[in-house]
């Protein structure tokens, strides 16, 4: 009895992770909190059950004692490291993930003919598609990337195997089904029929995985490939299983000429809206062109939009307001890559450019300082922002007891560093360091469900 208990106990303890140092979040938009001497224990299933902070050193063992833990367990992090919640990348094309760092030379409709659907066609062969998203995962989950909300390509088998790749290495994922029946590619296009019955396959298959970090998502590429029936069956499955939804809505000028043609006078919201699509637990990618009016409409529907600063600045033809929608008008919010349309996949890039594109509308503005988004907002938004805009702003996203921990390791002075200390920092400093400074060499591990998927085993 005593060695079978010894036995439950010893795994139990492997499993779990007990940390004592200093960790850093966004609870709210514009509010960082330094948590400095916190200890933070999970269970076994990566929840959050003990978090103290302002402990005194002497006083570790104790408090580790009292929860009737093993102080033995415990990792002490350096005055170099800190715990920052995993990023959530709100927008990411998985399929597109070869041509990353390329193909920045032409508008978005032209983009999509000339490289995108060949690429995306690719995956057709799903031993190719397999090799693309196990690189691709292994990038993010290097940088950070704790939960992606993926566009897969329009194959249903490829997409089965995103879903399991990113289940395999422990990311939390949200998978979609790219569906597109018209104005496509003769080679990359689905009829209706087949667009319906293989999202809806997917969504069984993912069910039958029964995993809490993996949900299917219905995926609409965006107005112009789906017909009218389409966009409605897909609606019509988004209320039937209660699952997400995802799209692209105005997001260029050419893309908005295109719906013109299509729905003289109608705007993106609206044509979404009337086949069911616009839900609480929708994201649009981009929004760059969303009127007021149309930014209303999402709120009411409780609809979130993925800012993706990188790809609005190649193809968006004007810059998100952050301030206006997401501050005054209250839209959900969170941060995405888009990759390939933004070329990078870490999300310290995006961070980046929303804090300049910001910039860029405030010199627009008569220099007007109330519109400029500082590191911190942009932090928020991929972490927290994101989390709320997936259904997940109880779970993930910043540190409590009773959440999942999904974070990151950082190390501002890890071998290889491109961040230079020579002076005395405060914690906060070192963060505005690592966000505006760092890369994956700063990320020295990382937690997905209190489950360490980085380093790779
Ligand atoms: N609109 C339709 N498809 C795409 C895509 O793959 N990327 C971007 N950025 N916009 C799109
Ligand atoms: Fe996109």
């Known amino acids: 009895m005593i060695q079978c208990l010894f036995v439950f106990l010893f795994f139990s303890v492997a499993e779990m992770v007990l940390i004592f140092g200093t960790l850093v979040h966004t609870p709210a938009r514009g509010q960082l909190e ?3 001497n916190t200890v933070l224990a999970t269970d076994n299933d990566g929840r959050i059950i003990h ?28 005055s170099t490291q800190f715990l920052l919640p995993g990023f959530v990348d709100t927008h990411i094309h998985a399929p597109q993930y070869p041509f990353t760092g390329t193909g920045t030379d032409v508008p978005l409709m032209q983009w999509l003919n000339k490289y995108t659907f060949p690429c995306e066609r690719q995956c057709e062969d799903v031993e190719w598609a397999k090799k693309v998203y196990t690189s691709l995962v292994k990038r993010l989950l290097r940088n950070g990337t704790t939960t992606a909300l993926y566009f897969a390509s329009i194959h249903l088998e490829a997409t089965k195997a995103l879903a399991d790749i990113t289940l395999a290495q422990g990311q939390r994922a949200f998978v979609g089904k790219v569906c597109m029946d018209q104005y496509s590619p003769d080679d990359y296009m689905e009829t209706t029929n087949a667009s319906v019955s293989d999202t809806e396959a997917f969504i069984h298959y993912c069910s039958s995985k029964k995993s809490s970090i993996l949900t299917p998502v219905i995926t609409p590429r965006f107005i112009p490939t789906c017909s009218p029936a389409l966009l409605r069956a897909l609606g019509e499955l988004a209320h039937k299983y209660s699952v997400p939804v995802q799209s692209h809505i105005s997001e260029s000028l050419d893309e908005i000429a295109f719906v013109q043609q299509l729905y003289p006078g109608k705007h ?14 929708t994201v649009m990618a981009h929004g760059v062109h969303l009127s007021p009016s149309d930014v209303a409409r999402l709120v009411e529907r409780q609809s979130a939009v993925a800012i993706c600063p990188l790809s609005n600045a190649y193809f968006a033809h004007g810059i998100f307001p952050v301030r206006e929608y997401v501050g005054k008008l209250e839209l959900k919010a969170g941060l995405g890559t888009d990759v390939a349309g933004g070329y990078a996949p870490s999300m310290l890039t995006s961070i980046r450019q929303l804090v300049i594109a910001s910039k860029h509308i405030s010199v627009e503005k008569n220099n007007d300082p109330s519109v400029q988004v500082d590191w911190k907002e942009a932090l928020y938004l991929a972490t927290m922002g994101g989390a709320i805009s997936l259904g997940l702003g109880n779970e993930v996203g910043m540190f409590a007891s009773g959440r999942v921990l999904d974070a990151m390791l950082v190390d501002v002075a890890a071998p290889q560093s491109p961040i230079d200390i020579l002076r005395e920092e405060t914690p906060e400093s070192l963060l505005e360091k690592f966000i505006n400074l760092g890369d994956d060499r700063n990320i020295a591990s990382v937690w997905v469900a209190g489950r360490q998927v980085l380093p790779f085993e």
């Open 268 to 281: 993106d919201t609206e044509i979404f809206d009337e086949a069911g699509l616009l839900t609480s637990r």
């Open 34 to 36: 330094v948590l400095t």
């Open 51 to 78: 978090m103290e902070s302002n402990v005194a050193p002497i006083d570790i063992e104790k408090t580790v004692l009292q929860w009737k833990l093993n102080p033995e367990d415990l990792v002490r992090l350096k």
